[in-house]
């Protein structure tokens, strides 16, 4: 096992097109999050689940954004209708126990929307 | 909501000195991560401090965790250029929290 894997890893998108991430956790965390980061700020947390279930999303998650973990493994994040304001770096993390071990963090899908 | 605020927010450093970084919280600190990232990629994990006075090393690395104070140091001996990057501290937003809150990072230039 690599770690947490993203794809793609750059996206380019004019406005108004859907875009969708992907993200591959390690296989034995059961926990998945994803979060976002502009330059020259922290991570904002997006949402996150347990296994399947979607457990916490935050204000951030607009109606334009939605994320799945359909089997429990990976997960997408799909933003339609992107708007400049979209541009940032999207990182996906896992967790087989957050509060013994943090996150595994992914490298990122940095979007720049045009 | 909580903020965390990082010091200083940028450091530039000559090889073989020691540095610290803060990370004070607005509210309780229920638990404390350190993560360093490279320009444009993820991050990676250092260190969790959850108790108060707990002190954590890892390599050349020592954080700290101060829950008076609801502040976090993070010091490195005898910086190398390898130490460079953003070093970032995150925070259990509610106390049991997935969630967590993260400072803006701390800019750190190691240099030869």
């Known amino acids: 096992d690599t770690g947490v894997s993203q794809d793609p890893r750059h996206k380019i998108t004019k406005r108004g097109q859907n875009v969708t991430f992907r993200c591959d956790p390690i296989?034995?965390?059961?926990?998945l999050y994803w979060y976002r980061q502009t330059l020259g700020q922290g991570p904002e947390f997006l949402t996150y689940?347990?296994?399947?279930?979607?457990?916490?999303k935050s204000r951030l998650l607009s109606d334009r954004f939605s994320a799945e973990r359909p089997k429990g493994s990976f997960s997408t994040l799909e933003i339609q209708r992107t708007e400049q304001g979209d541009s940032a770096m999207y990182l996906c993390a896992s967790s087989s126990d957050v509060f013994i071990y943090g996150y595994t963090f992914g490298s990122g899908t940095r979007l720049t929307v045009v | 909501s909580q903020e965390l605020e990082q010091s200083p927010q940028s450091l530039i450093v000559q090889e073989g000195k020691n540095l610290t970084i803060n990370c004070t919280s607005s509210?309780?600190?229920?638990?404390l991560y350190w993560y360093k990232q490279k320009y444009g990629e993820g991050l990676i994990f250092l260190m969790m401090l959850q108790k108060g006075g707990e002190e954590k090393s890892h390599e050349k690395i020592t954080a700290k965790l101060d829950e008076k104070k609801q502040q976090s140091s993070l010091h490195i001996t005898a910086s190398q250029p390898s130490h460079a990057g953003i070093y970032l501290c995150g925070a259990d937003s509610q106390g049991g929290s997935e969630k967590l809150v993260f400072g803006k990072g701390m800019k750190l230039t190691v240099n030869p």
């Open positions: 689940f347990q296994n399947e279930a979607q457990l916490e």
């Open positions: 509210k309780t600190l229920y638990g």
């Open positions: 296989s034995e965390h059961n926990r």
